[in-house]
T-cell receptor, first 114, second 111 residues
Framework: NAGVMQNPRHLVRRRGQEARLRCSPM?????VYWYRQLPEEGLKFMVY????????ESGMPKERFSAEFPKEGPSILRIQQVVRGDSAAYFC????????????FGPGTRLTVT | DQQVKQNSPSLSVQEGRISILNCDYT??????FLWYKKYPAEGPTFLIS?????DKNEDGRFTVFLNKSAKHLSLHIVPSQPGDSAVYFC??????????FGTGTRLTIIP
């Protein structure tokens, strides 16, 4: 059973470009979470999605950031007009369902904005 | 506002001895707590969890203790092994699904 997959693993963008980060959850998992880790900090929640629905986006900046989890295909975190402060590691996690199920994390995408 | 705190950024322990990692939280609504282990350039790996209805949960060399009145939990690893060297994150939630993480403790096991 493959784990959570994220691609690309490393992404370099110039200021003002768009970044697209992809996450394929574990098989059978219908809940997807995105977290961001800035240097020397812990992971911070961004958004929680189920298929075709955003359940909680309270941790996501109101501008430039968006997320989706379509019926078919991976979840996408999209950052428009990137700035240097967006440089971070972005982790996706998935779980099957139920509030006490553990979240399983992907390897992360390290975004560098130059 | 840091609702989950890991006040020790780093800890060094001799191989074979006990490693104790601590975590404090401020939100009394949290009812589920987890520990994750993270190696560089990898995602966090789930280690062990505990529900607020318990005060102890054990899995092999790993034991998590929860003291609700003190809003404190700890992770004990015994005996510590070189492969345990990693950053350990404490996390908590209260049914609304999202995890709130601490800032992590870097554990180094000295051979």
């Amino acid at each position: 059973n493959a784990g959570v997959m994220q691609n690309p693993r490393h992404l370099v963008r110039r200021r003002g470009q768009e970044a697209r980060l992809r996450c394929s959850p574990m098989k059978g998992h219908s809940h997807v979470y995105w977290y961001r880790q800035l240097p020397e900090e812990g992971l911070k929640f961004m958004v929680y999605l189920q298929k075709e629905n955003i359940i909680d986006e309270s941790g996501m900046p109101k501008e430039r950031f968006s997320a989706e989890f379509p019926k078919e295909g991976p979840s996408i975190l999209r950052i428009q007009q990137v700035v240097r402060g967006d440089s971070a590691a972005y982790f996706c996690a998935s779980k099957m369902g139920g509030s006490t199920d553990e979240q399983y994390f992907g390897p992360g995408t390290r975004l560098t904005v130059t | 506002d840091q609702q989950v705190k890991q006040n020790s950024p780093s800890l060094s322990v001799q191989e074979g001895r006990i490693s104790i990692l601590n975590c404090d939280y401020t939100n009394s609504m949290f009812d589920y707590f987890l520990w994750y282990k993270k190696y560089p350039a990898e995602g966090p790996t789930f280690l062990i969890s505990i529900s607020s209805i318990k005060d102890k949960n054990e899995d092999g060399r790993f034991t998590v203790f929860l003291n609700k009145s003190a809003k404190h939990l700890s992770l004990h690893i015994v005996p510590s092994q070189p492969g345990d060297s990693a950053v350990y994150f404490c996390a908590a939630n209260f049914g609304n699904e999202k995890l709130t993480f601490g800032t992590g403790t870097r554990l180094t096991i000295i051979p």
